[in-house]
């Protein structure tokens, strides 16, 4: 079955950088695009960026320059990293799988992780 | 990119319909069949309830319905139940982006 694993809760200094990743299992990764969004406490969501099957990466206009999306195919892990974190950035990370199906793709999340606290504190 | 905008709060008794809105623009929600919408309980990761604007996921009960009328998603959830309590997202895809709403907390009376 589908599961994303995401790694464990992060505490940062402000200006810091920090690295989440999400390993799949029960698929391909090469076969769907990959996303994160994140959610601040109370807050919404926000969609951050995605990596197409191909490997090219979009992001969010917001986040130009200070986003990162990787991944690792033999190990079927998708990592993020934002770099000069500030108050503003603490959150929950949720690695995101787009739904696909017969070679298309919908536009639509349909397998989420379990999600990745990062806080920014001084 | 803007979120779409989507009331903060929507109530109903059991049984009763309601309607959720998500307004975009020209750019996203008008421009494309690509709309989403999730239901998240507090703690828990969001879950897809509707996608391409009205198509229903594996599982997911036809209490929840989706349309667009411009650039206007709407969600209706019929025969409201207690577990439908919850907070509700739409979504978007916008040319190579994805915007979603504000966020709607539905409460059951």
């Known amino acids: 079955q589908v599961h994303l694993e995401q790694s464990g809760t992060e505490v940062m200094k402000p200006g810091a950088s920090v690295k989440v990743s999400c390993k799949a299992s029960?698929?391909?990764?090469?076969?769907?695009?990959m996303h994160w969004v994140r959610q601040a406490q109370g807050q919404g969501l926000e969609w951050l960026g995605v990596?197409?099957?191909?490997?090219?990466?979009t992001y969010a206009q917001q986040l130009q320059g200070r986003f990162t999306m990787t991944r690792d195919t033999s190990t079927g892990t998708v990592y993020m990293e934002l770099s000069s974190l500030t108050f503003e950035d603490t959150a929950m990370y949720y690695c995101v799988r787009e739904g696909c199906s017969g070679g298309a793709c919908y536009q639509y999340f349909d397998y989420w992780g379990q999600g990745t606290v990062v806080t920014v504190s001084s | 990119q803007s979120a779409l905008t989507q009331p903060a709060s929507v109530s109903g008794s059991p049984g009763q319909s309601i309607t959720i809105s998500c307004t975009g623009t020209s750019s996203d929600v008008g421009r494309y069949n690509r709309v989403s919408w999730y239901q998240q309980y507090p703690g828990k990761a969001p879950k897809v309830i509707i996608y391409e604007v009205s198509k229903w996921p594996s599982g997911i009960s036809n209490r929840f319905s989706g349309s667009k009328s411009g650039n206007t998603a709407s969600l209706v959830i019929s025969g409201l139940q207690a577990e439908d309590e919850a907070d509700y997202y739409c979504c978007s895809h916008a040319d190579t982006f994805y915007v979603f709403g504000t966020g709607t907390t539905v409460t059951v009376l």
């Open positions: 990596i197409n099957p191909g490997g090219i990466k």
């Open positions: 029960g698929f391909t990764l090469t076969n769907y695009h």
